[in-house]
C-alpha cells in the first residue's frame, strides 16, 4: 500500500517562514491536498492539487509538488498557525494520509 | 453554509455493531462524493471509506482495515450519508469524521466518538 512520510515536527520562529515536507513514492505524479488541524477541532482543507488555496485560507499558505516531496509552506508563520498538518493523496481505490506534522510556533 | 453533522457514536462491545449517520445541508448532496475519515486518540487521519455519486455509479471504495466489515451508503433523498459497522474491534475506536470529497476533503463535520469496549 501506498505510504506517506511527513516530519513528525516543525518549530519555526513568528514572522519566518514554515516548510512542511511529505514523501511518497513518485509523489509528483499525484495531487496533493493539506489539511491543518487544531487541538479539539476538525481538520481544515488548506492545499488542494498540489498548489490551490480554497477559499478564506490565508495567501500565506502555498503548496508545491515534484519528483517524491510535495512541501507546504507557511510564509510569515502567525501563531494562530501552529496545529498539527497532513498531507493526502488518491491511490488507485483508496485515500492515503501522512502521519501528521506537529508545527510549533515559538 | 455546508453543515455536516454526524450521530450515532457510542460504546459498543467487540464483535458489536453500529450504525452511523451524516445529516447533510448547504450544498447540492447528490453531487458530491462523500467519505468517511477517523481518528483514534491521540493520532493521526485515517480514511475509511468513500461513496461516488449515482450519476458515476454510486460505488464504493474501503480502506484495508474495515474492508468486509464496514458499509457506506447514501440516501440523496435525505442528503444523509452512513456507515454500518460490523464485528467492530478495539481498535475502531476513533472520532469518526463525515467529509464532502474524498481528495480533497473540502468540508468536515465535527466528528462523532466510537468506542469499542469491553
Known amino acids: 500500500s501506498y505510504e506517506l512520510t511527513q516530519p513528525p515536527s516543525v518549530s519555526v520562529s513568528p514572522g519566518q517562514t514554515a516548510s512542511i515536507t511529505c514523501s511518497g513514492d513518485?509523489?509528483?505524479?499525484?495531487?496533493v491536498s493539506w489539511y491543518h488541524q487544531k487541538p479539539g477541532q476538525s481538520p481544515v482543507l488548506v492545499i488542494y492539487q498540489d498548489t490551490k488555496r480554497p477559499s478564506g485560507i490565508p495567501e500565506r499558505f502555498s503548496g508545491s509538488n515534484s519528483g517524491n516531496t510535495a512541501t507546504l509552506t507557511i510564509s510569515g508563520t502567525q501563531a494562530m498557525d501552529e496545529a498539527d498538518y497532513y498531507c493526502q493523496v488518491w491511490d488507485s481505490t483508496a485515500a492515503v494520509f501522512g502521519g501528521g506534522t506537529k508545527l510549533t510556533v515559538l | 453554509e455546508v453543515q455536516l453533522v454526524e450521530a450515532g457514536g457510542d460504546l459498543v462491545k467487540p464483535g458489536g455493531s453500529l450504525r452511523l449517520s451524516c445529516a447533510a445541508s448547504?450544498?447540492?448532496?447528490?453531487?458530491?462524493?462523500m467519505s468517511w475519515v477517523r481518528q483514534a486518540p491521540g493520532k493521526g487521519l485515517e480514511w475509511v471509506a468513500r461513496i461516488k455519486t449515482k450519476a458515476d455509479g454510486g460505488t464504493t471504495d474501503y480502506a484495508a482495515p474495515v474492508k468486509g466489515r464496514f458499509t457506506i451508503s447514501r440516501d440523496d433523498s435525505k442528503t444523509t450519508l452512513y456507515l454500518q459497522m460490523n464485528s467492530l474491534k478495539t481498535e475502531d475506536t476513533a472520532v469518526y469524521y463525515c467529509?464532502?470529497?474524498?481528495?480533497?476533503?473540502?468540508?468536515w463535520g465535527q466528528g462523532t466518538l466510537v468506542t469499542v469496549s469491553s
Open positions: 467529509t464532502t470529497g474524498s481528495v480533497p476533503a473540502a468540508f
Open positions: 448547504g450544498f447540492i448532496f447528490s453531487d458530491n462524493y
Open positions: 513518485e509523489l509528483g505524479d499525484k495531487y
